[in-house]
């Protein structure tokens, strides 16, 4: 059964939706810059047996409202916690994706008593150096050139050229082409200039790091976070870029339904699935 609704908090409107049953524990998702909560759809389907799933979309993005100016993580892990307080979430494992680790971190900083588990996605503790220049030049092209070719870059970036040439990028395509452009400069602000490496020496619950394998230097990041953090997992998807949950689903799932049935990590064991 599955229900949407809006969370009005200071300066934004929130889309959210949950699907599974109640009374089932709970597993927040949180996207990507350009994506909305319609990425996470093949885990929803996978999941929602056995757990209570929450997906939203973040300020400027889907179907939440256009922020009045630029995030800080502040706004974006604040409107994690105000979600968990409209719907009663004493506790949940959060799966953050990209945007959703820093996300996901300041959660945990704040309220990390809301947190049973960890999951993050190909996403990093702080931003990079160049990042900030990195960030700027792609707002300059959204400006410039508009959503539409910021897509096509995107896609290109994130996925294979024989996964775009299948057609299953397109529904991606369509969702970052279809990103209002003051949504993504208003988050790209925040990742421009984010840190919270100091907070992975804190957690204290069990925690899983995926990537895909073919991310650029996104591996080699998530390895000296893996072992930053106490106990951590780490699990490297083949074929599959800066969106392994789509590129990848069945094994991004495997890795997670393990994950959530152990209930805990052992060792900081890193493994490649096949």
Known sequence: ?????????????????????????????????????????EQAAALSNRYRILRYDQRGHGQTSVPPGPCTFDHLGGDVQALLDHLRIETCTFVGLSMGVPT????????????????????????APGGARGWEERIEQARRDGMEALAEATVRRWFSPDFIASGSAENIRRMIAATPLEGFVACARALQDYAFADVLQTIRVPTLLIVGKDDGKMPDTMRHMRAMIGGAALVEIPSAGHIPNVAQPELFNRALREFLDKGSTEGGESSDLQ
């Open 104 to 127: 996901g971190l300041h959660l945990y900083a704040h309220h990390p008593e809301r947190v049973e588990r960890l999951v993050f996605c190909n996403g990093q503790a702080g931003t």
């Open 1 to 41: 059964m599955s229900e949407t609704g809006i969370l009005e908090v200071t300066g934004a409107s929130i889309h959210y939706r949950i699907d599974g049953s109640e009374g089932a524990p709970w597993i927040v998702f949180s996207n990507s810059i350009t994506t909305g909560l319609s990425v996470w759809d």
